[in-house]
């Protein structure tokens, strides 16, 4: 995974439909990083020779079969559970492509926003849940 001043950078995509008001969220093989991860928002590790953004779209198509387009950074975190885990959070909404769970996803899901606690099973930050829970209003 890439380092950047120590820190292992990993993209997600919070993928919201506006239509339904629904999140894309994947069923996660066994992560590497942190151990009770169960469900995550797609994306993958940032790598360095290419931008932002074409990483960030490219994890995701990689993982749910989806084009999106990134709507922009909404929020960055580290984790308590890895403290050299930093993520970007992207807004994202898909555009195209056919959903289909590959990579380290098993399954995908559209859940509400209100329903996300109850499939994450590690540190969900409150600013992000009330973002996301935001997005419906």
Not at 49 to 72: A, M, P, R
Not at 78 to 83: I, Q, S
Not at 123 to 133: D, G, N, Q, R, V
Request: hydrophobic letters at 35%.
């Amino acid at each position: 995974m890439e380092e950047m001043d120590g820190f292992k950078v990993i993209l997600l995509g919070v993928v919201f439909n506006p239509k339904t008001k629904k999140i894309l969220i994947g069923r996660r093989k066994k992560d590497p990083y942190i151990k009770n991860l169960t469900w995550a928002f797609p994306g993958g590790q940032y790598d360095s020779n290419e931008e932002l953004d074409s990483t960030l779209k490219k994890k995701i198509k990689l993982k749910t079969g989806l084009k999106v387009e990134n709507l922009g950074n909404i929020f960055s975190k580290t984790y308590p559970e890895d403290r050299k885990l930093l993520a970007i959070y992207y807004l994202c909404e898909a555009t195209g492509g056919k959903e289909k769970a590959a990579n380290d996803f098993t399954e995908l899901k559209w859940v509400t926003p209100k329903d996300l606690k109850e499939y994450f099973t590690t540190s969900f930050h409150p600013k992000l849940k009330e973002y996301i829970e935001g997005l419906v209003h």
